[in-house]
């Protein structure tokens, strides 16, 4: 009996450990400052996505349908590409109506119910890009997202490197004040001073500090 309550103890103290280095590692000041800098970059990403969406649409001011219009659909290389007779593989939103009407008729309806089968089937099977719908079979090029990305890169960039600059510039200043304040107090207590190193000698390994720290105590005792 007395075996198996030693082992509980043992056990015991081992989660008791387990728990307070879980403490300690979670309570650090860098695991703090990472998770401070999570959320500051999750609100900065808000920040630039506001600030990217602002300047494209300034930038496509003109441009029907804005950026996200900017697509270019590749040529149909098999019938499952060539989109729905009635309306191709693409068409401008202006003319959704008169597509569903052909797409509605090319199913066998006509009047009223080509246009709402035409509209339920526009509906389901294209996609809407800006002012345009592409079909969604259809192979194209996104140039809006590239550009998108591009300009959320660059925007993403030189803010890092502004910050970085900033930051880079504040420490320098602190260590020079730090360096004038260092000269000036030792300028009122040149004892202090540290004794710099004479040219061509070796500086000590710690091995040969802990020599002479041991017969530094040795003479003491």
């Not at 056990?11 to 703090?32: H, M, S």
């Not at 506001?50 to 029907?64: D, K, M, Q």
């Not at 709402?116 to 809407?128: D, I, P, R």
């Not at 009122?188 to 190193?197: D, F, G, L």
Request: with cysteine.
């Amino acid at each position: 009996m007395a075996k198996k309550e030693k082992k509980v103890k043992v056990k015991k103290k081992k989660e008791g450990g387990f728990i307070a280095e879980f403490k300690a590692f979670i309570t650090r000041g860098n695991v703090l400052d990472m998770a401070v800098g999570v959320v500051i970059g999750g609100a900065f990403g808000a920040i630039v996505t506001a600030v990217v969406n602002i300047l494209l649409s300034v930038c496509t001011w003109g441009i029907p349908g804005g950026l996200a219009s900017l697509v270019t659909v590749l040529p149909a290389a098999h019938s499952g590409q060539a989109g729905l007779e009635g309306a191709g593989q693409w068409f401008y939103a202006d003319q959704f109506d008169a597509c569903a009407k052909a797409v509605g008729e090319a199913k066998g309806a006509s009047g009223d119910a080509a246009i709402t089968l035409g509209n339920t089937t526009l509906t389901n099977q294209y996609t809407k890009h800006g002012g345009k719908y592409v079909f969604n079979g259809a192979a194209f090029i996104d140039w809006g997202a590239l550009i998108n990305a591009i300009i959320s890169f660059l925007i993403i960039a030189l803010t890092l490197f502004i910050i970085i600059k900033v930051a880079a510039n504040l420490k320098k200043r602190r260590e020079e004040l730090k360096a004038k304040q260092l000269e000036a107090y030792y300028a009122k207590h040149p004892e202090e001073r540290p004794v710099p190193p004479e040219p061509g000698v070796p500086e000590p390994t710690d091995h040969e500090l802990l020599k002479d720290i041991l017969k530094v105590l040795k003479e003491k005792k």
